[in-house]
């Protein structure tokens, strides 16, 4: 099972700056990595998939990059309605690969 | 409209049985793999189940293998999640997602609550 490790676990920023998360696989993924967004009481938000192309309706103020075992999600300036929680996830090879999430970064206001 | 809409969960005990449903609508159900993923309160996301659209693949979590099953009928727009042997841990909202390997719709959950 490929284990996906994000990076911090809670960042603290102020609204207006910028935000970087961090995500690392066990092992390649190749660009078959996605982020999600999810604010409390609702379910997540696709933002990211192929590391670096945005979601429909996604701002351009999120961007993906990275490639194999290293992913970076970047906000580049914090609105009031970003903070929350950021999930990544790997879908390589599904099938019959399984799918796993990171644990989270928490986003929260500085 | 496009949305998933689950349903089925509940307050079980330990060692019983439970079955999730998912209703798809606004688009082309088997076209698309489905899956399940849940999330116990205040934690994190943990993919459980998916299936591809003809059931050809099939896939599960260790944590739920053996207990769990994923199905889907395409001529009704629904997956199912049939969850055998529930264990304390298997507490958290389920949620249905469709998927291209990422979810890019997602419903709204239903809370399965095992307890005694």
């Known amino acids: 099972e490929i284990v996906m490790t994000q990076s911090p676990a809670t960042l603290s920023v102020s609204p207006g700056e910028r935000a970087t998360l961090s995500c690392r696989a066990s092992?390649?993924?190749?660009?078959?990595l996605a982020w999600y967004q999810q604010k409390p009481g609702q379910a997540p938000r696709l933002l990211i998939y192929g590391a670096s192309t945005r979601a429909t309706g996604i701002p351009a103020r999120f961007s993906g990059s990275g490639s194999g075992t290293e992913f970076t999600l970047t906000i580049s300036s914090l609105q009031s309605e970003d903070f929350a929680v950021y999930y990544c996830q790997q879908y390589n090879n599904w099938p019959p690969k399984r799918l796993t999430f990171g644990g989270g970064t928490k986003v929260e206001i500085k | 409209e496009v949305q998933l809409v689950e349903s089925g969960g509940g307050l079980v005990q330990p060692g019983r049985s439970l079955r999730l449903s998912c209703a798809a609508s606004g688009f082309t159900f088997d076209d698309y793999a489905m899956h399940w993923v849940r999330q116990a309160p205040g934690k994190g996301l943990e993919w459980v189940s998916g299936i591809s659209w003809n059931s050809g693949s099939i896939g599960y979590a260790d944590s739920v293998k053996g207990r769990f099953t994923i199905s889907r009928d395409n001529a009704k727009n629904s997956l199912y999640l049939q969850m055998n042997s529930l264990r304390a841990e298997d507490t958290a909202l389920y949620y249905c997602?469709?998927?291209?390997?990422?979810?890019?719709?997602w419903g709204r959950g239903t809370l399965v609550t095992v307890s005694s």
């Open positions: 997602a469709k998927a291209f390997g990422y979810f890019d719709l």
């Open positions: 092992q390649s993924v190749s660009s078959n």
